[in-house]
T-cell receptor
Framework: ETGVTQSPTHLIKTRGQQVTLRCSSQ?????VSWYQQALGQGPQFIFQ???????GRGNFPPRFSGLQFPNYSSELNVNALELDDSALYLC????????????FGNGTRLTVT | AQSVTQLGSHVSVSEGALVLLRCNYS??????LFWYVQYPNQGLQLLLK??????LVKGINGFEAEFKKSETSFHLTKPSAHMSDAAEYFC?????FGAGNKLTFGGGTRVLVKP
């Protein structure tokens, strides 16, 4: 069973640039979620995808967007990067069932300078 | 709306001593509750989950948690700490959200294990 994998592991961008982060879901999972974890804090829900459509969003602006592909892999795109976007971005996959646990990847550390 | 409060951002225990991490939640519906562990420079690993089948839940690495509805608590314990338990621990409440589950996390508790 292949777990959740994310790429790249680290990324440095300049304020105003755009970034794309990638995620491969665990085998058999059909739902993917993205979380932002700022230093010293718990993860915050960004959005969730199911059947290639955004299925719910947390308190994040529209410059955070995503895609889910037929093979259940996913991308997180962030436009017009701000310094406060510096964080660990975590991808998690799960089954579309109540109480189904989320399985997380190791994350992408984004630094915006 | 759901929320999670973890009492104590840092906990220091001696090797072999009891580990107790506190978690209180609020939820308008019967919750699903989880504990995750995060080692340095890694993602979150599931320790255990409560899904109403039993109030005492056993997880990996010798951890267990007890759900107490009257206290809205889900505290995590391990009888004897090991050096490898040094990590950050997150309590989370899950509600059905669209097709899947949305986790709301507490602020985390960092555990330091002293030899």
């Amino acid at each position: 069973e292949t777990g959740v994998t994310q790429s790249p592991t680290h990324l440095i961008k300049t304020r105003g640039q755009q970034v794309t982060l990638r995620c491969s879901s665990q085998s058999g999972h059909n739902t993917v979620s993205w979380y932002q974890q700022a230093l010293g804090q718990g993860p915050q829900f960004i959005f969730q995808y199911y059947r290639e459509e955004e299925n719910g969003r947390g308190n994040f602006p529209p410059r955070f967007s995503g895609l889910q592909f037929p093979n259940y892999s996913s991308e997180l795109n962030v436009n017009a990067l701000e310094l406060d976007d510096s964080a660990l971005y975590l991808c998690a996959s799960s089954l579309a069932a109540q109480g189904s646990p989320l399985h997380f990847g190791n994350g992408t550390r984004l630094t915006v300078t | 709306a759901q929320s999670v409060t973890q009492l104590g951002s840092h906990v220091s225990v001696s090797e072999g001593a009891l580990v107790l991490l506190r978690c209180n939640y609020s939820s308008s519906v019967p919750p699903y509750l989880f504990w995750y562990v995060q080692y340095p420079n890694q993602g979150l690993q599931l320790l255990l989950k409560y899904t109403s089948a039993a109030t005492l839940v056993k997880g990996i690495n010798g951890f267990e948690a007890e759900f107490k509805k009257s206290e809205t608590s889900f505290h995590l314990t391990k009888p004897s700490a090991h050096m490898s338990d040094a990590a950050e621990y997150f309590c989370a409440v899950s509600v059905l959200f669209g097709a899947g589950n949305k986790l709301t996390f507490g602020g985390g508790t960092r555990v330091l294990v002293k030899p």
